[in-house]
């Protein structure tokens, strides 16, 4: 079955910084375009950044633009979120998500549990 299993995770000061990885089984990865999600305290989902199955370019929010980088791996299945100069309001859980294509033009959205990611003096 298809998973997604985030780590890296935890208590960082201001300015300081974090990498997350993401480990997918179940199915073709080099095949699917990997995004980070976060949710913040109070508020809804929202999209980190994208990195794309073909490629490989990369989309992210405008507050992350020149602090993270989004990268994969795909000899190990994995994708990875490289986060500088941390801020508070970056607290939040983040989550890793996968659509895979499938016959019928048919899409399934797949979400790991996320890694808590606390950024505070």
């Known amino acids: 079955q298809v998973q997604l299993v985030e780590s890296g995770g935890g208590l960082v000061q201001p300015g300081g910084s974090l990498r997350l990885s993401c480990l997918a089984s179940g199915f073709t990865f080099s095949s699917s375009a990997m995004s980070w999600y976060r949710q913040r305290p109070g508020k809804g989902r929202e999209l980190v950044a994208t990195i794309t199955n073909g490629d490989g370019s990369t989309n992210y929010a405008d507050s992350m633009k020149g602090r993270f980088t989004i990268s994969r791996d795909n000899a190990k299945n994995t994708v990875y979120l490289q986060m500088n100069s941390l801020r508070p309001e970056d607290t939040a859980v983040y989550i890793c998500?996968?659509?895979?294509?499938?016959?019928?033009?048919?899409?399934?959205?797949?979400w790991g549990q996320g890694t808590q990611v606390t950024v505070s003096s």
């Open positions: 998500n996968a659509v895979i294509s499938a016959v019928w033009s048919l899409r399934y959205s797949y």
